[in-house]
C-alpha cells in the first residue's frame, strides 16, 4: 500500500532541504499564492467548497463552507491552528518542520480568500524548533516580497505573526484559542456564537483552520477541485495524514486517502505488531475517540461518517496501537488522566467528573477497586456526558469534558472481565 | 510598583517590537511572559509587574493569565528542565520506566530540582513525539525513542558537559533511537534557558 503524497510530497522528494525558499520555489512553490490574487474571494470560496476539503483538526467541518460564513464586517482575521496536543497527534509538527512554506502559501491564500490582512499562526509551545522553521520561513516570504506591503507586487498587504502558547491542550479548542491569543486565560467560549466567523479575535470576523488544512490549499488549486476530489473518497476528498503510534512496528506519519481498511492501515502501512504479539484494540482518532476492538472494526472503511457510525472519530488521525501485553485499565487512567490535567475548570461536570474518573480508574488498577467501581465509574461518566451518546450530547462549554468518558466507556464496553479480573485479583492480570 | 527599566534595553527593545505586531497591546502578553522568564531564568513577580506595565493592565491580570500555563514557571527552575512525556503512547512504550530512571540519575522525583540547580525533572502530557516514545525534552528541545540507560546517560551528560546551547540534534544523536518522523535537516540552533528558544527570545545558534 503506498502513500498518496500531497502535503508531504516536496519533504520525500527533497529530504535535505523542502524546507527552504530556494527548494520551495524550485518546486512550483507560491505559483498558487500569485494566482490567488487574481481569483479573489468569490473565486477561491466556491473552489474550496467544491473540492470537499474537510478540516483536518479534528472536527472534520468542510472549510469551503466555514470560509463562506465568514461575516462581512472587516478586519477578518485568520488564525492557523498549530496547537496540535491531542495525544497520538504528531503530523502538524512534521509539517511545520519539513515544508513550512507550504504552510505560509497556503496562509496567503486562505487570507485572500477571507479578505484578511492579519494572519497568525499559535504554535503550542513545546514546538520550539517548528516555531523557528516557521518563522523562518515567513521571514524569508517578507524578504521576496510575498508577505509584509503590496505581496507579489499587488496592492493587497498581508502580516503574518508567528504566536507560541505555553503549555495548555485547551488552547487547540477555537476560541479558547482566541482568548488565549487575545493575551487572555485560555478557556473556551460560552456558544452561541458557534463560529468565530461571525465573533471571533477582537470580536471581529476570524477564520480558524488546522496546518493540514491550510497546507492543502496550494494543492487544491494546482489541481483543481476535480483533480482533488479524485484522489481521495467520494465522501473525503484529498488524501489524511495518520499518525500512527503505540506498538506497531513502523510508526509513523502516513499519507493516505480515506476509504482502505483499519487492517490495511495497521498491518500493511504500519508493519502490524511486533513480533509474537497480537492486536488487542486501537484508538481510531486521538485520545478523544472511542476505541475500536478487531472483531468488530479492522474491516471497517476509514472515512468520517462509516467510522462515525461505529460509534467513534477521526478526529485529529492519530491512531494508537495496542497489542496484548496493554492493560487497558492503565491505559484508559493515562487517558482519562490527560483530561483531568487539562481541563479548564469552568464546567463542573468536566473538571470535578475527570478528576474522579482518573481517581476510580487508578485504584482498579493498583488492586484497591471494588466490585460497585464499574457502576461508580458508568455513573461518573454518565453525569459528564449524558446516556454515553455518540456523538455526545453536550452538557458542557466544550467536548474535553465529554472526551474523557471515551476511554472509560470503550473499557466497560469490550474489556469488562480484564476490569472486574483487576477486582477480584486486588491486581493487575496482566503483570 | 518596579519600573520597566530593571530588563535590559535590548530586552525592552525585544519587548516593544512584539508589542507592535499585534492589533490590540494585550495579545503580547503571552511573548512578553517569555521575555520575562528569559531576563531572569523564571517568572518572577518583578517580572509580571513589568510585563503589566508595559502592556497597560494589572499584575493580578497579568498573573490570572500566567497560572493558567503550565509553561511559564513561576518557581524557579534548574538550567535544564527535562520534561519526559508519560501520556498514552509514550506509556505504552515504556515512559514509566524511563522517568523512574530519569528520576533515579537525577536525584529527585518529578517535580523537583536538584540541589545545584541544575536540573529540574518533569512528567509531561504529551510533546507530539508519539511516533517516537518515549519522548522526552531538554529546554523544550525534542529527544525521541530514548530508552532508561540513554536516560541515565543524559542526566550525566548534562551534569558533566554543562552545554551552554541544547541543540535537539545533537541530543537525538547522543541519547535517542526510532524518530516518528525522518528529521532529515539539522541545525544547530537550539536554547540557552527552560524556557522554548523562540525568537526574538534567547535563541543560539543561527538566529531565526
Ligand atoms: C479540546 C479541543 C482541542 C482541540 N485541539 C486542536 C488542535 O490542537 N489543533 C487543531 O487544529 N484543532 C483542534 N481542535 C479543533 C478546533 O476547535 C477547530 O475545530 C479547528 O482548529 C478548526 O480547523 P479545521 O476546520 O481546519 O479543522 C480542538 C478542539 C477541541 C474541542
Ligand atoms: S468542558 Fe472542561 S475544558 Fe471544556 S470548557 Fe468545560 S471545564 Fe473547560
Ligand atoms: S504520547 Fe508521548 S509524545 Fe505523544
Redesign the interface.
Known amino acids: 500500500m503506498n502513500e498518496t503524497r500531497l502535503v508531504t510530497r516536496r ?1 520525500a522528494d527533497h ?5 527552504t525558499i530556494e527548494r520551495y520555489e524550485a518546486t512550483g512553490g507560491y505559483s498558487q499564492a500569485r494566482r490567488s490574487l487574481q481569483m479573489g474571494r468569490e473565486r477561491l470560496v466556491e473552489l474550496v467548497k467544491e473540492s470537499g476539503l474537510l478540516g483536518r483538526g479534528g472536527a472534520a467541518f468542510p472549510a469551503g463552507m466555514k470560509w463562506s460564513f465568514l461575516a462581512p464586517a472587516r ?1 477578518a482575521y485568520l488564525v492557523v491552528n498549530a496547537d ?7 503530523k ?3 509539517l511545520l ?2 515544508d513550512p512554506h507550504q504552510l505560509v502559501e497556503g496562509i496567503i491564500i486562505a487570507a485572500v480568500a477571507n479578505e484578511v490582512h ?1 494572519a497568525f499562526v499559535y504554535v ?6 517548528p ?3 516557521l ?2 520561513a515567513v ?1 524569508e516570504a517578507y524578504g521576496r516580497g510575498y508577505l509584509g506591503k503590496d505581496i507579489f507586487g499587488s496592492d493587497y498587504d498581508l ?1 503574518v ?9 485547551i488552547c487547540g479548542e477555537e476560541t479558547a484559542l482566541l482568548n ?8 473556551p467560549r460560552l456558544k452561541p456564537p458557534y463560529f468565530p466567523a461571525a465573533t471571533g479575535l ?1 470580536g471581529k470576523p476570524t477564520i480558524v483552520n488546522n496546518v493540514e488544512t491550510i497546507s492543502n490549499l496550494p494543492h487544491i488549486l494546482e489541481l483543481g477541485a476535480d483533480g482533488f476530489r479524485k484522489l481521495g473518497h467520494p465522501e473525503d476528498t484529498g488524501t489524511f495524514l495518520f ?5 506497531v512496528r513502523k ?3 502516513y499519507e493516505l486517502p480515506h476509504g482502505i481498511t483499519w487492517r490495511e492501515l495497521i498491518f500493511e502501512v504500519a508493519g502490524g505488531l511486533r513480533e509474537g504479539r497480537t492486536l488487542k484494540c486501537w ?1 481510531p482518532g486521538g ?1 478523544s475517540a472511542p476505541w475500536f476492538v478487531p472483531a468488530d472494526h479492522l474491516d471497517l472503511e476509514i472515512t468520517k461518517d462509516a467510522t462515525g457510525r461505529a460509534g467513534s472519530m477521526l478526529g485529529s488521525g ?1 491512531v ?1 496501537v ?1 497489542d496484548d501485553t ?1 492493560c487497558v485499565v ?2 484508559a487512567q ?2 482519562v488522566r ?1 483530561f483531568a ?2 481541563s ?1 475548570g469552568q464546567c463542573t461536570p468536566c473538571r470535578e467528573g475527570t478528576s474522579w474518573l482518573e481517581m476510580i480508574l487508578g485504584r482498579i488498577e493498583e488492586g484497591a477497586g471494588r466490585e460497585v467501581d464499574v457502576d461508580v465509574l458508568l455513573d461518573v461518566a454518565d453525569n459528564i456526558s449524558v446516556g454515553l451518546a455518540w456523538p455526545p450530547r453536550m452538557t458542557t462549554i466544550c467536548p474535553l469534558g465529554p472526551s474523557a468518558v471515551s476511554p472509560v466507556s470503550s473499557i466497560t464496553r469490550y474489556f469488562k472481565d480484564e476490569i472486574m479480573a483487576h477486582i477480584h485479583q486486588a491486581g493487575c492480570p496482566l503483570r | 510598583m518596579t519600573a520597566p527599566h530593571r530588563w535590559s534595553e535590548e530586552t525592552l527593545a525585544r519587548a516593544r517590537d512584539l508589542i507592535a ?4 497591546r ?6 512578553l ?2 521575555l520575562a522568564m528569559a531576563e531572569e531564568g523564571h517568572l518572577t513577580e518583578a517580572g509580571m509587574e513589568t510585563v503589566a506595565e508595559l ?1 497597560g493592565i494589572t499584575p493580578a491580570q497579568v498573573l ?2 500566567a497560572s ?5 514557571k513561576r518557581e524557579p527552575v534548574g538550567r535544564y528542565l527535562i ?1 519526559c512525556c ?4 509514550c ?3 515504556g515512559s514509566d520506566e524511563l522517568l523512574a530512571a530519569i528520576e533515579d540519575e537525577a536525584g529527585v522525583p518529578a517535580g523537583e530540582t536538584d540541589p545545584d540547580r541544575l536540573i529540574t525533572v518533569e512528567s ?10 518515549p519522548a522526552v ?1 531538554v529546554n ?3 529527544v525521541e525513542g530514548v530508552d532508561p540507560e540513554a536516560g541515565r546517560e543524559l542526566v550525566r551528560w548534562l551534569r558533566k558537559a554543562r552545554p551552554e546551547v541544547i541543540v ?1 540534534d545533537e541530543l537525538q544523536t547522543l541519547f535517542g533511537g ?1 524518530t ?6 539539522p ?1 544547530d ?1 537550539g ?1 540557552v534557558g527552560p524556557y ?4 526574538p527570545l534567547g ?1 543560539a545558534g543561527r538566529e ?1
Open positions: 519533504m529530504p535535505a532541504d523542502s524546507h478586519p496540535e496536543s491531542e495525544p497520538g497527534t504528531y502538524d509538527r512534521q518542520e519539513r492579519h503550542r509551545g513545546e514546538y520550539a524548533r516555531a523557528r522553521r518563522q523562518r521571514e502580516e505573526v508567528v504566536h507560541l502558547g505555553a503549555g495548555a491542550y488565549s491569543l487575545e493575551g487572555h486565560r485560555g478557556e477582537y499518525s500512527v503510534s503505540g506498538h510508526p509513523g506519519n484508538i485520545a492519530a494508537v495496542m496493554t492503565r491505559a493515562r487517558i490527560f490535567h487539562e479548564c | 505586531r499585534y492589533p490590540e494585550r495579545s503580547a502578553l503571552m511573548p511572559l517569555y502592556l490570572s493569565v493558567f500555563y503550565t509553561m511559564y520534561s508519560t501520556s498514552i503512547s506509556h505504552l512504550l509531561v502530557e504529551c510533546i507530539g513525539a508519539c511516533g517516537g516514545a525534552q523544550y528541545e525534542t535537539a526510532r516518528g518522523f525522518d528529521w532529515a535537516i541545525d540552533e536554547a522554548p528558544a523562540f525568537g535563541t531565526s
